[in-house]
């Protein structure tokens, strides 16, 4: 897992309004550690930059004029982008929530949030959180898509994980919140990652919203 206060963190900026991500690029570029590698205000831009440099993370604007960001999630999959997508926006549908959720987006951050905020969700997406506004999330259990009807079901302390992973703590933090050992925590985690097939948090989400819902 990459340690974002040991590493180089390789950041891209895909937004088409170009005050926002020259601002946001400053901001960037002041923290500790972080690199702006592009600030592109198209996906053809961003792809090319995938391409030929190593990326950790792209902050993502939904709306991109005639465009939208699944699209970029789209092709960026297709050719072989397996790093964090964070989306920065200043609004989306829970609809487009849902698809983005499908689309294996490791969270989304509220463009009227605070600076501070956008950091430390940054810092948390790499550091294997996930970063959803809460309201969006609940909004989205109901537009995800079909149930499983054949879902194994969760037992009361892997829901009550679940719903600690959804709100984006870490496990020493889940830990602290249910009264039980960090490794107790890792061990619940690791009974939802065999039930659902997944590897990451991320990916936990999707999987929980989209045959799960009925389970949580």
Known sequence: MLDPSAQRINIVLLDDHALFRESVARLLKSEPGFEVTAHCNSIEDALVVLQKAHVDIVLLDFDLGHRD???FMRLARQQ???GKVLVVTAG???EQTAELIRSGISGIFMKHDSASLLIEGIRG???G???FDQELLQQAMGRVGPQESKAERFTERERQVLSYV???LVNKE???RIGVSESSVKATLQQLFSKTGVRTRSQLVRIALEHYRDHI
Do not use: R
Request: hydrophobic share 50%.
């Open 174 to 176: 889940i830990a602290e």
């Open 166 to 168: 959804f709100e984006g």
């Open 69 to 71: 960001g699944g699209e």
């Open 125 to 127: 997406v790499l550091a």
């Open 80 to 82: 072989g982008f397996t």
């Open 92 to 94: 989306v549908e829970k």
């Open 129 to 131: 959180k996930v970063w």
